[in-house]
């Protein structure tokens, strides 16, 4: 796990000149890892895993590199590389579970496996044949959790998982995001502390829009970083 395989230097990303989202952010995964990202509403957490998807084109940066190979984020031999579950997701809608599935699968050139145990982990098993817009919103997001962790793409995004779901799947979530490092390296971003504390194996703290604080493994305490994100009733 020493050296880098996904780098970004100095971000900087707006949605007027006036007025910068995110501002000089830096960010190093390296193979194999859970990364925390965590910062409190508006801090530009989704903003920026939007920038990572390839789905906000206001940004600039000095550089981007995945497997040491410069890289275009909207580029096809990115795309396969990486999946996003954002917190709110309304793509899709007249999708069935299954037909969205295939979808995916179909465009990253992979065959569908086994997803009775993701299913299953998810209490999903009654909504496999209902259209996405008729779904609970907790619903919707185990859609796209089950086919993140079925994908198993070498980078995952996840904003704000926890957001919706019930106690038993965040809890089977948060063994799936254990068990992922096996397959490749997750960003998860939250403002739910506890999901960050027991989820990652280094924090970054993002506020207006800079990360301002990093911890490392073997320093990542609940008291330490709700004091760098100024706010003591952060749960």
């Not at 996904?6 to 193979?31: G, Q």
């Amino acid at each position: 796990m020493e050296a880098s395989f996904f780098t970004i230097k100095h971000l900087n990303a707006w949605y007027s000149r006036e007025k910068m989202v995110l501002s000089d952010v830096s960010l190093e995964l390296k193979e194999q890892e859970v990364v925390g990202l965590i910062g409190l509403n508006g801090a530009g957490k989704t903003t920026f895993l939007k920038v990572l998807s390839g789905l906000f084109s206001n940004f600039h940066s000095k550089g981007i590199w995945f497997s040491n190979r410069l890289v275009n984020l909207r580029g096809e031999d990115f795309k396969t590389c990486r999946y996003t579950v954002f917190d709110e997701d309304h793509s899709f809608q007249y999708f069935t579970f299954q037909e969205y599935l295939t979808y995916v699968f179909s465009a990253y050139g992979k065959e569908l496996p086994d997803l009775s145990e993701l299913i299953k982990g998810f209490h999903f098993e009654e909504n496999r044949d209902i259209l996405l817009k008729d779904l609970s919103t907790g619903s919707r997001k185990k859609v796209f959790l089950i086919t993140a962790f079925a994908l198993k793409p070498r980078l995952l995004f996840l904003d704000e998982p926890v957001n919706g779901l019930d106690f038993e799947s965040t809890e089977y979530l948060y063994q799936q995001v254990a068990e992922y490092k096996k397959y490749g390296t997750i960003l998860f971003s939250s403002h739910i502390l506890e999901s960050i504390t027991l989820t990652s194996d280094r924090v970054l703290v993002l506020e207006k829009g800079t990360i301002q604080k990093r911890f490392e493994k073997g320093e990542i305490y609940a008291a330490d970083i709700r004091e760098a994100l100024h706010y003591e009733n952060t749960i």
